[in-house]
């Protein structure tokens, strides 16, 4: 979808993607169809700020990243950027944003994030000038609800404000906030790890992201394939 000024909507979807799972690839599938975005970058953190160190190392995440994108429906308008990589540890997303609207120029930005991640915000590194880059597109997790996404919201700096009429969270200078409710995916990453360490095959494991583990013995997957 293109603005008045043309610029591309581009969503930016970053995490540890430790291995990416099909909740992730759901949730980018929904959110390109829901926000009629025009691309969807995929962006894992070498070195994420707020979790203690990846199971794998920043190459397998992405081959993997790779991998599950390969046969993703919407391989179109999806893209793996490994952007975070050229940058600076700890993967802070205000810095890749800032290296992004360099290489893109002044395209339309918008960082996905689990509900969980949004009540974790006000302790990302310089969030007032992030959200003055992004808007936000907000997915739920858990028995996060919107009573508790709209406080979430009203609270950080600076903050956005419902707009009933359009359903949405407006903040300054343009950027809104939008909340995904109807769709919601029980799956993680850590679960994942754990039921591979047990030797179990995860449910919601891509196939080529568990064939990758197998051939890498990734997570303790001891088993032969
Ligand atoms: P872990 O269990 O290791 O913490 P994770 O499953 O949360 O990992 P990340 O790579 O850390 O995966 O997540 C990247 C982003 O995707 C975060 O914003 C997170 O909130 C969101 N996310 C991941 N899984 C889901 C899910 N099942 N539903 C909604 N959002 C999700």
Redesign the pocket.
């Known amino acids: 979808m293109n603005d008045s000024g043309g610029a591309q909507y581009i969503g930016l979807?970053?995490?540890?993607?430790?291995p990416v799972?099909q909740?992730?690839l759901a949730?980018a599938g929904h959110v390109l169809e829901r926000c009629r975005l025009d691309t969807l970058l995929f962006i894992p953190a070498p070195a994420p700020p707020h979790?203690r160190l990846p199971g794998a190392s920043f190459s397998h995440r992405a081959a993997m990243l790779e991998a599950a994108l390969t046969d993703c429906p919407d391989r179109q308008r999806v893209q793996l950027s490994l952007i975070e990589q050229e940058l600076p540890a700890p993967s802070y997303t205000i810095n890749t944003v800032e290296a992004l609207s360099k290489r893109y120029g002044r395209q339309r930005f918008f960082l996905?994030?689990?509900?969980?991640?949004l009540l974790d915000l006000p302790h990302w590194h310089r969030t007032a000038e992030l959200l003055a880059l992004v808007s936000l597109i907000i997915?739920?997790?858990d028995a996060v609800d919107v009573p508790i996404i709209d406080h979430a919201l009203g609270a950080l700096a600076p903050s956005f404000a419902l707009d009933q009429r359009q359903g949405l969270w407006v903040g300054t200078g343009g950027v809104t906030a939008q909340y995904l409710a109807d769709v919601q995916?029980?799956?993680?990453?850590?679960?994942i790890?754990e039921e591979l360490g047990h030797g179990r095959v995860p449910a919601m494991l891509p196939p080529a992201v568990l064939a990758y583990i197998k051939q890498h013995h990734l997570y303790g997957w001891e088993l032969s394939p």
Do not use: M, Q
């Open positions: 979807f970053g995490g540890t993607f430790d799972h909740g992730h949730l979790k996905i994030i689990g509900a969980d991640s997915v739920k997790r995916l029980p799956v993680s990453s850590s679960t790890r």
